[in-house]
């Protein structure tokens, strides 16, 4: 390709480029003692001369975490056919329709049933009012949560280091917001009135969003998250709930991104080990207690005790805090009988024929597939 060339004043290029040199290192030299002063300086932890984010490129959890959400990255309107969502191209619905011509006539029906309105007409049949009420109730524990897992996701951003860090994060905002306005839907579609949030959803919810640097990761990525895997784990087998299945998979990465990230950056001994911290870290966890006990009446309703399922998901939090490096064994092992006990303890107050129960050995999660998952996320056996 033949360019005319224009001429450039020599002087005027050499004056230019001095000029930029000594104003970029005093803006540099500024920022850089302000930051170190605490004082302000750099926003952006940005590494502009090597091109990544300060902290290095950290490829090995992009890989763990933005390459795989990607991949299994699913669409509202493939896995709600019923709902509003509209968010397939063109290339995946014309998949879709070929996957439709192979389907048997009674799977084509099953499929005519649950892409129509008759959505609704099924949940009636296969529940009543009272159960569709208890449903609403429990997942709404975890709606206003995914409301919250977007707003601490987002302001966790600024916290971590590497470009790899941030790209997993960047994938778990985007599902954050993908699970609230799917699952918001999804509660709608019961016709029955959505909860408000409890005071014990308001008190844990904003402990994780109020959370200071990266305690974020515990108050949302392990305590949060893990409750919500629960309560899809609980629940994705049951009819017309089956993309809570979906739900549980992103969870299930998300619960793993702590872990993860400390692989890479751990935190420091006094990060680990202060008693300030550590008791920043259980007052958020104890509004997860009464919680419980409130959701009891509509576990209830299902035939779930609600302490079996606080077992599962403490066992769960408790797994977690230790793998992340937020607990030491010692004080993971006491943490799980210091619940337990108190588990037990409200058992014997409230239900006379009670006897002691290690609750913490309870699992909720059913379905085969949503159990390896949660084996392979948490190193059961």
Not at 113 to 142: G, M, N, P
Not at 289 to 312: K, Q, R
């Given at each position: 390709m033949e360019l005319n060339k224009l001429t450039v004043n020599p002087r005027a290029e050499k004056l230019n480029l001095e000029v930029e040199r000594l104003a970029n290192r005093l803006v540099r030299s500024k920022d850089d003692w302000l930051g170190r002063l605490h004082l302000g300086g750099r926003a952006a932890q940005y590494d502009d001369v090597h091109y990544e984010f300060i902290g290095g490129a950290a490829d090995a959890l992009r890989k763990k975490h933005y390459d795989k959400s990607l991949r299994l990255l699913w669409k509202g309107e493939a896995a709600l056919p019923w709902s509003s969502f509209r968010d397939c191209n063109e290339y995946e619905r014309e998949l879709m329709d070929l996957a439709e011509k192979n389907l048997s006539d009674e799977e084509?029906?099953?499929?005519?049933?649950?892409?129509?309105?008759?959505?609704?007409?099924?949940?009636?049949?296969?529940?009543?009012?009272?159960?569709?009420?208890?449903?609403?109730?429990?997942?709404?524990?975890?709606?206003?949560?995914?409301?919250?897992?977007?707003?601490?996701?987002?302001s966790l951003l600024p916290e971590v280091k590497s470009t790899g860090a941030k790209a997993a994060l960047t994938m778990q905002i985007l599902e954050e917001a993908k699970h609230f306005v799917v699952m918001r839907e999804l509660m709608q579609a019961f016709g029955v009135e959505i909860p408000r949030q409890s005071v014990w959803e308001y008190l844990l919810l904003e402990g994780a969003l109020k959370a200071k640097g990266l305690d974020k990761f515990f108050g949302m990525n392990v305590l949060v998250e893990s409750i919500a895997l629960s309560i899809f784990g609980l629940l994705s087998n049951m009819p017309g709930l089956e993309v809570l299945r979906l739900f549980h998979l992103d969870e299930s990465r998300h619960t793993a991104l702590p872990a993860n990230y400390f692989k890479e950056f751990p935190l420091s001994r006094w990060q680990r080990r202060s008693p300030i911290a550590r008791m920043r870290r259980l007052k958020m966890a104890l509004p997860?207690?009464?919680?419980?006990?409130?959701?009891?009446?509509?576990?209830?309703?299902?035939?779930?005790?609600?302490?079996?399922?606080?077992?599962?998901?403490?066992?769960?939090?408790?797994?977690?805090?230790?793998?992340?490096?937020?607990?030491?064994?010692?004080?993971?092992?006491a943490q799980t009988k210091l619940f337990n006990q108190a588990f037990n303890a409200y058992c014997r107050a409230t239900r006379p024929s009670h006897r002691y129960k290690n609750f913490m050995e309870s699992e909720t999660t059913t379905g085969e597939a949503e159990l390896a998952v949660e084996r392979d996320a948490f190193a059961l056996s």
């Open positions: 084509r029906a099953v499929r005519a049933r649950i892409t129509s309105a008759e959505f609704k007409a099924q949940l009636d049949r296969e529940y009543t009012l009272e159960q569709k009420r208890a449903i609403v109730a429990i997942l709404s524990a975890i709606g206003h949560g995914e409301a919250y897992a977007w707003l601490v996701s987002a997860a207690l009464p919680l419980i006990m409130l959701l009891e009446s509509e576990l209830a309703v299902l035939g779930i005790d609600a302490f079996d399922f606080a077992g599962s998901v403490m066992r769960k939090v408790t797994h977690l805090s230790a793998r992340a490096g937020f607990l030491q064994p010692e004080e993971a092992a």
